[in-house]
């Protein structure tokens, strides 16, 4: 299921400074058969050579890690900072989910498969603070895009080809469940209630060739 590897499993890296949390975000990974957990971590300084020699997809950590270039793998980010400008700043450098520290384990594995498609998700009150500077403006739209992204073309064109979920899950190498959540992806992206309106607003987009 790995981007970086083509297969397997989503590789996560656990960073947090509270040796406890650290534990716990552990077990959840752990929990999960479609993570594997690569490297668990309570410093955060350099945390970017780590990524980039784990081949990590998503990174989890309790604080702004401390990164001497644009991170290598989206970061899903346990904070209760929710000030309008600080988050905005946060997804501008590699933070792709905020959620509060003390999230429900179900919430975070939503977060990790998020992060991994490449789309944000955000605590009710990180999005309720943006919304406060940027409900009003266009600029918000450009602001908190979401594109489609490459592998999310790739199911997009399969489902033009009629391929059902377990055959774009063989394909790919992934798991029928991150098939789905690309799927759910695709349709909010592009407004759409089936996957046949999908294709039909993919071709009229050129994000699928005739």
């Known amino acids: ?12 890296i656990v960073a947090a ?17 479609d993570f594997q957990l690569v490297a668990s971590t309570g410093g955060l ?24 270039e644009s991170p290598a793998a989206p970061i899903v980010l346990l904070t209760e900072i929710t000030d309008a400008r600080t988050v905005s700043r946060f997804l501008k450098t590699g933070v792709r989910s905020i959620l509060p520290r003390e999230s429900d384990p179900d919430d ?11 789309n944000v998700l ?18 918000a739209a450009d602001e908190l895009a979401e594109e489609i992204t490459s592998r999310e073309t790739e199911v997009l064109r399969m489902l033009a080809q009629g391929l059902v979920n377990k055959d774009i899950a063989v394909r790919l190498g992934i798991s029928d469940h991150t098939v789905k959540f690309h799927i759910s992806s695709i349709l909010e992206k592009l407004g759409a209630s089936t996957r046949t309106e999908a294709v039909t607003l993919g071709i009229r987009r050129g994000l699928i060739p005739i």
């Open 45 to 68: 300084a350099r945390l970017d050579l780590l990524i980039r020699h784990e081949e990590a997809d998503v990174v989890i950590a309790d604080s702004v890690p401390e990164l001497a």
């Open 122 to 139: 955000l605590s009710a009150q990180a999005a309720e603070s943006l919304a406060t500077i940027y409900g009003d403006r266009e600029a």
């Open 1 to 12: 299921m790995s981007k970086r590897n083509g297969g397997g499993a989503i590789r996560v």
């Open 17 to 33: 400074t509270s040796a406890v949390r650290r534990a716990g975000l552990e077990s959840i990974v752990r929990s999960q058969p």
């Open 108 to 118: 975070i594995v939503s977060a990790i498969y998020a992060a991994y498609c490449g």
